[in-house]
């Protein structure tokens, strides 16, 4: 490498950082919404119908980028949170956006914050085919009432079993010269879980990081 190159290489350093191998990701969004009820705010919850992906649990209106349809990840998470629980983005003012989290699982999720006076409960127009009820909680009750934390270990996988219950290799680290260290899981790190238990049922994982960040935000 020479003068010139170390100087083309400076131009091309990124002005805010990104993440390395986000394309590995599942890149997604989701809206925290308050809404106004009675002069105090509500987080909007939604729990989703039994037959899809995670059903049952309670989450936030959200999902997956569509470069096609979102210009950047604010648009994600307010076309979701239109085709979940029928909220317009002209009803909703964003207030910002909160810290991207990386997921144990394989997703990056970009929250944001938005509030909304402008809809009651009634007059959400739910999918059906992926939500089951929208209900609220006030933003008090998770001020007063702090998560439940657990830990979870997160071990790197170099083959699985498939469903022959034949062994598939996917990091040859013996091949590579690697030694045996690396043929069977590795890493000892923990993920806290967040648990907060409502009369509506337990809201935990992602959901619960996203609500402990937004609530503990007042206190700083």
């Keep these: 490498m020479n003068d010139e190159e170390i100087y083309k290489l400076k131009s091309k350093l990124p002005a805010i950082p990104g ?12 809206l925290v919404l308050l809404m106004k009820i009675n002069d105090d705010y509500h ?41 979940e629980i029928g909220v317009l983005p002209e009803d909703i003012s964003i207030i910002g956006a909160l810290d991207m989290i990386i997921a144990p699982m394989g997703a990056i999720v970009e929250p ?16 059906r085919d992926e ?6 909680i006030p933003f008090t009750f998770f001020k007063n009432n702090k998560p439940e934390m ?39 790190s923990e993920n806290t879980i967040y648990v907060y238990k409502t009369k509506e049922g337990v809201i935990w994982g ?14 700083l």
């Design 19 to 30: 993440i390395n191998g986000r394309e590995d990701y599942l890149n997604s969004a989701v």
């Design 43 to 83: 987080f909007v919850f939604q729990k989703r119908n039994k037959n899809i992906r995670q059903g049952g649990e309670i989450c936030f209106p959200g999902g997956k980028h569509d470069k096609s349809l979102d210009r950047n990840m604010e648009d994600t998470a307010l076309r979701e949170t239109t085709e």
């Design 112 to 127: 944001f914050l938005g509030v909304t006076d402008k809809v009651t409960l009634k007059e959400l127009h739910l999918n």
């Design 131 to 136: 939500v089951e009820k929208v209900f609220t």
């Design 150 to 188: 657990y830990k979870a270990q997160i071990k790197v996988h170099p083959s699985y079993i498939d469903k022959n219950g034949e062994e598939v290799i996917l990091f040859p680290s013996e091949d590579l010269g690697l030694g045996s260290n690396y043929t069977k899981p590795w890493g000892n």
């Design 206 to 219: 992602l959901t619960a990081r996203i609500i402990y960040d937004v609530v503990r935000r007042l206190d």
